[in-house]
């Protein structure tokens, strides 16, 4: 027998209702050993963690930047499938991201299989590594501020075209990196590529970071999730606070900029401003 348009809509309702869109955010320091998820479950730790202000090698950086790629998906401790293997995956990094971490988080994603692919933009890398330690990826780098333009339809947007670097427009997946404190955000990395730098944000609702991550260098802590904003929200909570452009990111649908209303995973943000001093 049908059933009846009430019990139909409810039902409806209550599928809607229970999809958990709350923004992961993880908070990992390299002395991590572990924390509680919210439901009182354990979530393990390093197994090296060494002093927050230790010198870490290109090991000890992947190590932490796997641990941090754990915990941004909606279970905790789960293996990283948030990029498909055969991707094209950009990678925005600001100039002061520190490239002995950029390789490590390179090197990572390709051990993982979270991209086929992978092409730096914003700093100069040497690759020769990369290709050596993983003969079946490709890797490659671009200056998207000489690059040229695709004219394309702006999302949701009264502007009629949007001129979007090519290597932009073509990527499968984006990630954008930055350092905390310096001045920055990982939305913020698309002023340097806007030819229109008024409409930076535009940009940013084209094509959205799939996966942000906010460093710091002794004190060693990373700040990773697949929202851009809510990644920016927690590392300026730490800092600095609410930044001047984010309701306007929330309005134009970018997610949300409230700290209370984003799932910290590793590090509580009371703990990690401790810890930042």
């Given at each position: 027998m049908p059933q009846s348009e009430p019990k139909r809509r409810h039902e409806e309702f209550t599928a809607a209702a229970s999809v958990d869109r709350t923004p992961r955010v993880a908070i990992i320091?390299?002395?991590?050993?572990?924390?509680?998820?919210?439901?009182?479950?354990?979530?393990?730790?390093?197994?090296?963690?060494?002093?927050v202000r230790a010198m870490l090698d290109?090991?000890?950086?992947?190590?932490?930047?796997?641990?941090?790629?754990?915990?941004?998906?909606?279970?905790?401790?789960t293996q990283p499938r948030f990029f498909g293997a055969d991707e094209w995956v950009l990678i925005l990094a600001d100039a002061s991201f520190p490239k002995?971490?950029?390789?490590?988080l390179v090197a990572r994603m390709a051990e993982e299989g979270l991209g086929l692919r992978f092409t730096v933009a914003g700093v100069a890398l040497p690759?020769?590594?990369?290709?050596?330690?993983?003969?079946?990826?490709?890797?490659?780098s671009a200056d998207l501020s000489r690059e040229p333009m695709v004219k394309t339809p702006a999302p949701r947007s009264q502007r009629q075209t949007l001129e979007v670097p090519q290597t932009l427009?073509?990527?499968?997946?984006?990630?954008?990196?930055?350092?905390?404190?310096?001045?920055?955000?990982?939305?913020?990395?698309?002023?340097?590529?806007?030819?229109?730098?008024?409409?930076?944000l535009d940009l940013v609702r084209y094509h959205p970071p799939d996966l942000a991550v906010v460093a710091c260098v002794q004190p060693n802590l990373l700040i990773a999730g697949l929202s851009g904003l809510a990644v920016d929200a927690i590392a300026s909570s730490l800092k600095t606070g609410r930044v001047p452009w984010f309701p306007q990111a929330e309005k134009?649908?970018?997610?949300?900029?409230?700290?209370?209303?984003?799932?910290?995973?590793?590090?509580?943000?009371?703990?990690?401003?401790?810890?930042?001093?």
């Open positions: 320091p390299s002395d991590f050993r572990g924390s509680e998820e919210h439901d009182g479950s354990r979530i393990p730790g390093l197994t090296d963690p060494q002093p290109p090991g000890q950086w992947e190590a932490l930047v796997g641990t941090a790629f754990l915990h941004v998906g909606k279970r905790a401790n002995e971490l950029l390789e490590a690759l020769t590594g990369l290709k050596g330690r993983f003969p079946a990826r490709q890797f490659d427009h073509q990527c499968d997946r984006l990630v954008s990196l930055t350092t905390l404190g310096a001045g920055a955000s990982t939305l913020e990395n698309f002023r340097s590529i806007a030819r229109d730098a008024s409409h930076w134009l649908g970018l997610g949300t900029a409230d700290p209370d209303l984003i799932w910290t995973r590793g590090l509580e943000i009371e703990e990690a401003r401790k810890l930042l001093g």
